[in-house]
């Protein structure tokens, strides 16, 4: 099962950043070939694992009141990839993101990630 995940980094206040998901083969057909949910969750140090954003196949998105008008979630079904464009970047917002991917076909268990480092200085 893999979903890899990329375009973390460092950042000052203020920026932007674009992080990709992209799933592999091996886990498409394991979901056969259908990835209901995707979405990208966080952690920073010392918190629990957050919601950030999640994005049905059809499109329909969902975000945390945090990251509401600053973040924009999207995929794109040919590439099986998940993209989350993050601007107007804060400290609050440094966390390692993690990409999550879930079918109906697997009763909808979240498959991870390896997370990406996003770190905002100020």
């Known amino acids: 099962v893999q979903l890899q995940a990329s375009g973390g980094g460092l950042v000052q206040s203020g920026g932007s950043l674009r992080l990709s998901c992209a799933a592999s083969?091996?886990?498409?057909?394991?979901?056969?070939?259908?990835?209901?949910?995707m979405g990208w969750y966080r952690q920073a140090p010392g918190k629990q694992r957050e919601l950030v954003a999640t994005?049905?196949?059809?499109?329909?998105?969902n975000y945390a009141d945090s990251v509401k008008g600053r973040f924009t979630i999207s995929r794109d079904n040919a590439k099986n990839t998940v993209y989350l464009q993050m601007n107007s970047l804060k400290p609050e917002d440094t966390a390692v993101y993690y990409c999550?991917?879930?079918?109906?076909?697997?009763?909808?268990?979240?498959?991870w990630g390896q997370g990406t480092l996003v770190t905002v200085s100020s």
């Open positions: 083969r091996s886990f498409l057909s394991f979901v056969s070939g259908r990835i209901n949910y």
């Open positions: 994005i049905t196949e059809g499109g329909a998105s």
């Open positions: 999550a991917a879930s079918a109906a076909v697997r009763r909808g268990i979240t498959y």
